[in-house]
């Protein structure tokens, strides 16, 4: 029996600008992740796939295209229901917490709106689960390393038990000793609590680590779909995606 279909995208398109000024940056992408599936979205930068997370995040709205997570249509909206179902984990764990805000009010501040109780064992449990002592909730952002800063990034985008968590690089601003530390965070949560992934990386070490399947944008489009195995053992059939796989052996 299949797993049930968590993100279908179809037909995504996306331009800024008007009239004779408007710039088209998507162009009709379509994806679909089941259940529990880790997928990758890889191209250099400025093919459109942080773009794409935007879009299904609620940042970006006048896109056009169909879009369903866990079986209910999304039209762009950022409402509660939607923060309880998709949330993202940004390249820059710095810049995407605020630095006068104590850990425990980052992962506070969504069950509030949410209007959960049991903050605080709520917030003990996450902290937790990512792997950082429950005293971390009175420290700030620049009390902690990038790599602790990424945990509790990670454990906000959680606090909501959202079943889909876009990820944006999330390892590409830590140290490379970091790096394979929260790669394997995120390889163990997705298991334990059967999360999907949406990851966009450039980095098609990463992309191999962590996704099932991954589909190679460029200008917009996407060009190749294939599985990591299939990525690792060179049976790539797109320029580009070849000339990526060869850019990364240099």
């Not at 599936?37 to 299904?56: A, D, H, I, M, N």
């Not at 003990?124 to 700030?140: E, K, S």
């Not at 602790?148 to 944006?168: S, W």
């Amino acid at each position: 029996m299949s797993e049930p279909t968590m993100l279908s995208v179809k037909g995504l398109t996306l331009s800024f600008g008007e009239g004779a000024e408007a710039r088209q940056v998507l162009h009709g992408v379509d994806l679909e992740l089941t259940r529990g599936q880790s997928f990758g979205l890889v191209g250099e930068s400025g093919s459109g796939k942080t773009t794409v997370l935007r879009c299904l995040a609620g940042q970006y709205r006048h896109w056009q295209g169909q879009v369903a997570i866990d079986g209910r249509n999304y039209q762009g909206e950022r409402s509660p229901a939607h923060a309880r179902r998709v949330q993202m984990v940004f390249q820059d764990p710095y810049g995407s917490l605020h630095p006068r805000h104590t850990v425990h009010t980052a992962l506070a501040e969504p069950l509030r709106v949410q209007g959960k109780r049991d903050i605080d064992d709520r917030v003990d449990d996450v902290l937790q689960q990512v792997g950082l002592p429950t005293a971390f909730r009175f420290r700030y952002p620049h009390q902690i390393s990038g790599g602790q800063r990424q945990r509790v990034a990670i454990a906000r985008a959680l606090i909501l038990q959202p079943p889909l968590l876009l990820l944006d690089e999330p390892t590409s601003a830590l140290d490379v000793s970091v790096q394979a530390e929260v790669l394997n965070l995120l390889a163990e949560l997705r298991n334990r609590h059967g999360l999907t992934y949406l990851l966009v990386s450039h980095d098609l070490g990463v992309v191999a680590h962590l996704c099932d399947n991954l589909a190679v944008m460029q200008h917009g489009r996407i060009v190749e779909t294939l599985s990591s195995d299939a990525l690792c053992q060179g049976a790539a059939k797109h320029a580009y995606t070849q000339a990526l796989l060869a850019a990364a052996e240099h």
